[in-house]
């Protein structure tokens, strides 16, 4: 009989739910895209963003909505062990690939749509730094992989993917916000914080308090 109470194991089982619920936010949000494709200014994310969206805003948040779920499922992959281990020169060009992403197109987007949040400077404000600790993140993974010190490397990469996912769990946040019943003016700009600290901070306890579960790099 399997014991699936061992650090092993509990590492695995949680990763797997982690994957298959962040693969079945990030499905939900492309399945938005109806409403963006053209943009729809009377419901969602768009709503009465029409003063100011033909200004430049419709650059930033196309590319943001395109390049972010992409970010997210190669993610995935350069996050599989297996993989990583098995086709390591795939892994290098798709980390690549996800590394000039977020430098060139995510982060760039992010910083401009942060600008225009609705929901006030904290909110504004959290998105915004967001978006700046994906950057530093993403900057040292990639030096670290260039200098070859791949343990190092893993570790940044991996702080910079849960940054990433905060887009994922915004949506959970929010979600707990609205059924709690709190107002939008209340519990946004708290999620846009905690959407992606609360991972990080999971992250750096995992790795001080019980390392075997994080799969510590190798």
Known sequence: M????????????SKLLAICICLTITV????????????NFGTGFLLDRHLYFWNGYWIAFYIH???TPIALMNGFVLTNDHLRSTYRNVHKRLGR?????????????????????ESGLWAGA??????????????????????????????????AFLTL?????????????VQAGWS????????AWLCWLLPLATYEALLIFRPNLTLRPR
């Open 65 to 67: 909505i395109i390049a």
């Open 165 to 177: 996912c905060g887009a994922i769990v915004l949506r959970i946040l929010a979600a707990v916000g």
């Open 126 to 159: 959290g998105f915004a730094c967001q978006a700046l600790a994906l950057l530093m993140f993403t900057v040292l993974g990639w030096t670290y992989a260039i200098r070859r010190q791949f343990a190092i490397h893993r570790q940044w990469m991996t702080r």
């Open 97 to 117: 690939i996800q590394s000039v992403a977020i430098l060139l197109l995510i982060v760039p987007s992010g910083l401009v749509m942060s600008l225009f949040t």
């Open 28 to 39: 939900g949000i492309i399945r938005q895209y109806p409403q963006y494709f053209p943009p």
């Open 184 to 191: 939008h003016e209340f519990y946004y700009p708290i999620t």
């Open 2 to 13: 399997i014991n699936l109470y061992t650090p092993r194991n509990l590492g695995s089982i």
